[in-house]
């Protein structure tokens, strides 16, 4: 079983796979700065100069809390969709993203990859047509 699980964990798409992880855990902290710190600040100016992460609804607790920490401070309990936002907004430039990357990608393996060899029925019409040239004896 141990060796079973050793060619398992060596073979390349779990190795693979793991580098993606690794890189995408690391583009997601990327992402989320980008997010929270450039493109949020310029949205929130927009919509009056509030930062969407402070968008929330109390549900339980008082409800004239200037902000969210002020609200979980207090103890009060939130619907923070203004956080929503920005998950959503983050997962969509992630996406963007990883589009882009996959698209760039596939055109690279595009160009290099050899010209696929003919199909069965090309080669059986390529004999048959080697046999009509041959001279009838």
């Known amino acids: 079983m141990w060796q079973e699980f050793k060619t398992f964990a060596m073979r390349g798409n779990v190795v693979d796979l793991a580098v993606g992880i690794i890189l995408g855990t690391a583009f997601t902290g990327i992402v989320t700065s980008l997010v929270s710190d450039m493109l949020m600040p310029p949205l929130g100016l927009l919509v009056g100069g509030l930062d969407f992460s402070d968008y929330f609804v109390v549900l339980k607790g ?72 041959e001279p009838r004896a």
Do not use: C, W
Request: aromatic share 6%; hydrophobic share 55%; no cysteine.
């Open 62 to 133: 008082e409800h004239t809390l200037p902000n969210l920490a002020a609200a979980k401070a207090a103890g009060a309990v939130t619907l923070n969709y203004g956080l929503f936002i920005n998950a959503i907004i983050r997962f969509l430039i992630l996406a963007f993203a990883i589009f882009m990357l996959v698209r760039q990608l596939n055109k690279i393996v595009k160009v290099n990859a050899p010209p696929p060899g003919p199909t069965p029925s090309e080669k059986l019409l390529a004999e048959i047509r080697d046999l009509l040239k």
